[in-house]
């Protein structure tokens, strides 16, 4: 690829510098937030050189270029005031981003994307945690429990810090300052104050709420502070403006926060507790459904802490708890369509992440991987889960089921509802949950990352001559642990008996390093091999190689590429294996017909089988 001509094609194509808010990229594709989409020519990106297929998702103009996106990228940088050391992928932009549904999933995913791991990994540590207790393998009142519940507990319980550094980052404000204002929301005494009567501030009443674990506050708060943060440095002196903004905006908005937006935030969540509880008491499989619908729509706006208070005084007052029975349902539904999404996706960075997603859904009932990272951004898989929780959840209420103690609804959890009601329809409500929402995402699928994005076919089967004279082996048996396990592709190794690579079929150069010891190779068709004289030979620094060819060059099979020294390497203590390896996998992901034995260059060593990937 030419990254000069690519980078000139793909930004004229979509209208020129002009027409982009902002620019960043991914592991394979350039991703544009577009201000005008129809100066957008996608005829002519696709057209450019190196460019495999376009995409609209997210509000993003989306370039699909491959393993190079990092050259290209900084190519548009070096022609552009683009893609430079200001731009970030979790910036919001002024440019239109399509309907508000997809301008508040891109800024949900864009925030919480950078904890998913982090959440995850804690709730996977929460679960093993809650079934050692529920097994009896650990005392829950021994200080061994105390010290691992902090662990698993810590991150999300001051959610509210972490999400202060992402939502700066995304609405480009000062994360420390963020920072700063999140640490009083969760400061220990004024937690201390929630629900203590008769507060004021300077005078004026303040109802103070629960900000541990929260959401929403502290998103629009730092969105208040990213515009005020501009005003200000805008009207005050240099010489203050770094140290007052910081103290003007905490002084302002953490109290503005204590005073209105808690408060209304609080009164949202009892408002609609408040109203569901009605209907659940007099209605319980409607209240059921709309709990257990409703449940993780409510997660994602922070509006469920609203109904802890409702459940605590329901569990004081009658010894069960009525409306958690359905958010059994509503939060393995989640987990059962994110499952279906690790057993439908092809993207191997969605499986990892949909894998421990559902774990964490499952075991502990920790639902915001599943949500925020996988099934919330891909639309589908979130709307059946909530299809699921309908059902579940209308079914576990008409059956009267009730918990007998406030837990986190999860796998783990489903003891607490046992004792009460009917429970040939609690776990039938269960198995609808849980089985709708997999195989509708299953089934009915979604825009999976990888298929998508695969408009093309994958190319034909490539014969891969023998690039040296030699004998063939099997690539497990070279003394390299990567090349053995075939971490970075797969083919076939050649122990060389004369010292000349010839080119294995018609390429182009694409990789020519200067120590002579490897070279890399794309064949029309797409397949890229690599060619590594010898084990860790990179240390000679050249010495004893002879590079023929240079990068961009074009070869045609059998063409001399390098001239090695067999015997000076072997002498100099190297091993002169040579693997030949096909380093794109996902388009040819079978070695076929692999040679063994003695080989001359020219004669055939392995066939690369292509796979076609097909729209779902």
Known sequence: MDYSKTAAAVLQGVGGEKNVSSLVHCATRLRFVIKDNALVDTAAVKAAPGVIATAEAGGQYQVVIGNEVPEVFAEIARISNLAGPASNENSASDGPKGNLLNRFIAMISA????????????????AFLAAAVTFGWLDNTTSTFLILNALSDAFINFLPLA?????????????????????????????????????TFFGIPVTMVSYVSSVIPIIVIVWLQSHAERFLYAKLPAAIRRFVTPMLLVLILVPLTF????????????????????????????????????????????????????????????????????????VLAQAAAVTGVWVRTKDENLKSLAAPAALSGFLAGVTEPAIYGVNLPLKRPFVFGVVGGVLGGGLISAGGLAGNAFVLPSGLGIPALLGTGNLVLL??????????????????GFKDPVVATAALALGTDLQVLSPLDGTAVPLTEVADAVFAAGTLGRGVAILPRVGAVYAPFDAEVVAAFPTGHAIGLRHADGAEALIHIGIDTVKLGGKHFSLKVEKGQRVVAGDLLVEFDISAITAAGYDVTTPVIITNPRKYPTIGSPASGPVAHGDPLFLAVAEELTLA
């Open 111 to 126: 925030i919480f994307t950078p904890l998913l791991w982090a959440l995850a990994g804690t709730g996977l540590l929460k």
């Open 427 to 444: 776990f039938i409500g269960l198995a609808v949950a849980i089985i709708v929402p997999f195989l509708l995402t299953v089934i009915v």
């Open 259 to 330: 005073l209105v937006i808690g408060p209304v935030s609080n009164l949202i969540s009892g408002g609609l507790a408040g109203g569901i509880g009605w209907i659940f008491n007099v209605v319980p499989w409607l209240g059921g459904a709309i709990m257990g619908g409703l449940w993780q729509v409510f997660v994602i706006f922070g509006l469920h802490w609203g109904f802890v208070p409702l459940m605590t005084a329901e569990l004081q007052t009658s010894g069960y708890i009525y409306l958690i029975a359905p958010l059994f349902a509503a």
């Open 163 to 199: 999400l202060a550094i992402t939502a700066a980052k995304y609405f480009n404000a000062a994360q420390f300052t963020s920072l700063a204002i999140a640490g009083a929301l969760v400061y220990p005494s004024m937690v201390d104050l929630n629900g203590v009567p008769d507060l």
